[in-house]
């Protein structure tokens, strides 16, 4: 089946950093990837919407400076959370598509814990 | 706004008994709706699929679609302790085939 490939697992940063998520698909093309973010005991939130050679759509409330969003090709997206805060800890989880299959669902990464100290 | 209600739960069974989980949501132009299965801490893990009206099967879980009535719900049979986990209900957004919207979860446990 679809794989989704999520780096790092885990990552705990000081304040102020800047951290990047890898998302990949590893056997399958990928004209859209998916970003959302799960705190605790809550539904994923949809983030913006990666799509291959193009911006990033963001959905209302995310600041697109903060979350930097890169798909430079069909099988990686890049998620750069800048300047980190504690606030911005949370499980942040990436999906994708396979371009030659609509209307299937899309297959989640492992996701990422991000926790700012 | 687009909305996916589910019941939070959480939702206590027996080992071996039926557990019904319920799921509506707002839009009607929605085309294609999943069940997501995620145990505490991992990521959401796909269940089911369904898009056209009725009953669809796999092994011990069945899917039911009521378009008309924006209803959505998954039946597992002869429930497992491992089914206990935190299952998502996930509506594709009219104009959209593939963008998701996610109810809030339905937390499941289920007693040996």
């Known amino acids: 089946g679809a794989v989704v490939s999520q780096h790092p697992s885990w990552v705990i940063c000081k304040s102020g950093t800047s951290v990047k998520i890898e998302c990949r698909s590893l056997?399958?093309?990928?004209?859209?990837m998916f970003w959302y973010r799960q705190f605790p005991k809550q539904s994923l939130m949809l983030m913006a919407t990666?799509?291959?050679?193009?911006?990033?759509?963001?959905e209302q409330g995310v600041e697109k400076d903060k979350f930097l969003i890169n798909h430079a090709s069909l099988t990686l997206s890049t998620l750069t959370v800048t300047s980190a805060h504690p606030e911005d800890s949370s499980f942040y989880i990436c999906?994708?598509?396979?371009?030659?299959?609509?209307?299937?669902?899309?297959?989640f990464g492992d996701g990422t814990r991000l926790s700012i100290l | 706004q687009k909305e996916v209600e589910q019941n939070s739960g959480p939702l206590s069974v027996p080992e071996g008994a039926i557990a019904s989980l319920n799921c509506t949501y707002s839009?009607?132009?929605?085309?294609?709706f999943f069940w997501y299965r995620q145990y505490s801490g991992k990521s959401p893990e796909l269940i089911m699929s369904?898009?056209?009206?009725g009953d669809k099967e796999d092994g011990r879980f069945t899917a039911q679609l009521n378009k008309a009535s924006q209803y959505v719900s998954l039946l597992i049979r002869d429930s497992q302790p491992s089914d206990s986990a935190t299952y998502l209900c996930?509506?594709?957004?009219?104009?959209?085939?593939?963008?998701?919207?996610f109810g809030k979860g339905t937390l499941l446990t289920v007693n040996p």
């Open positions: 999906s994708a598509r396979d371009l030659l299959l609509s209307n299937q669902p899309q297959h």
């Open positions: 056997d399958f093309q990928a004209t859209t």
């Open positions: 990666s799509n291959e050679g193009s911006k990033a759509t963001y």
């Open positions: 839009d009607r132009g929605s085309q294609s």
């Open positions: 369904i898009y056209s009206n």
């Open positions: 996930a509506v594709t957004s009219g104009g959209s085939n593939y963008k998701l919207t």
